[in-house]
């Protein structure tokens, strides 16, 4: 079955520094790269979509600036949190599909981010 | 963004009770699906549903997706401990974002 891999799982930072997620499809090729945040007890909110090749269209109240998403190829994606600040902390998880219809989005194990 | 109206918002039952919880919109989808998450981990997929008024099973797992594309729900039938965690739907309405639209979330706990 298709495999989305998210690394690293777990990140510390400080204040003002930036922080890099991947986002890698293993089995499959990823037309689509979905990025969501989570904070705790709370639903899982579509921050941005990319598509490989091309800029990524962010939702409404995202700042594309803070939020870089690199998507290079059609197995990885990345999702760069630039000067970040402790209330960027959260729980960040991307999915990825292969090609319409098919909708059964795979999603990565997530990265629970800390800002300090 | 737009959300989907998800109940309830936590179950408690006893081991070997059926679950039901469901998922309702104002607006149209053409897909729903329904994941299943635990702590500290991604969504897993539980079952996908493309049709309006499709019935899809997975094991103990039955969903459905109402006529109006407006709604669907998810039954889990003779509960075990593992069936512990947060259950989700999600919808696709096929317009320009192609992400996922979550519903809050339903949080089932199994007493003993």
């Known amino acids: 079955g298709a495999v989305v891999s998210q690394h690293p799982s777990r990140v510390i930072c400080k204040s003002g520094t930036s922080v890099k997620i991947e986002c890698r499809s293993l089995d499959f090729q990823a037309t689509t790269m979905f990025w969501y945040r989570q904070f705790p007890k709370q639903s899982l909110m579509l921050m941005a979509t990319?598509?490989?090749?091309?800029?990524?269209?962010?939702e409404q109240g995202v700042e594309k600036d803070k939020f870089l998403i690199n998507h290079a190829s059609l197995t990885l994606s990345t999702l760069t949190v630039t000067s970040a600040h402790p209330e960027d902390s959260s729980f960040y998880i991307c999915s990825a599909t292969a090609s319409k219809p098919n909708y059964g989005y795979t999603f990565g194990s997530g990265t629970r981010l800390t800002v300090v | 963004g737009q959300q989907l109206n998800q109940s309830p918002q936590s179950m408690f039952i006893q081991e070997g009770e059926d679950v039901s919880m469901n998922c309702t919109s104002s607006s149209i989808f053409n897909t729903w699906l329904w994941y299943k998450q635990e702590p500290g981990e991604g969504p897993v997929l539980l079952i996908a549903l493309y049709k309006a008024g499709e019935l899809t099973s997975n094991g103990r797992l039955t969903a459905q997706f109402g006529i109006t594309r407006k709604d669907s729900f998810l039954n889990i039938s003779a509960s075990i401990p593992s069936d512990v965690g947060i259950y989700f739907c999600?919808?696709?309405?096929?317009?320009?974002?192609?992400?996922?639209?979550f519903g809050k979330g339903t949080h089932l706990i199994i007493q003993p």
């Open positions: 990319s598509n490989e090749g091309s800029k990524a269209t962010y």
């Open positions: 999600a919808g696709y309405s096929g317009g320009g974002a192609d992400g996922l639209t």
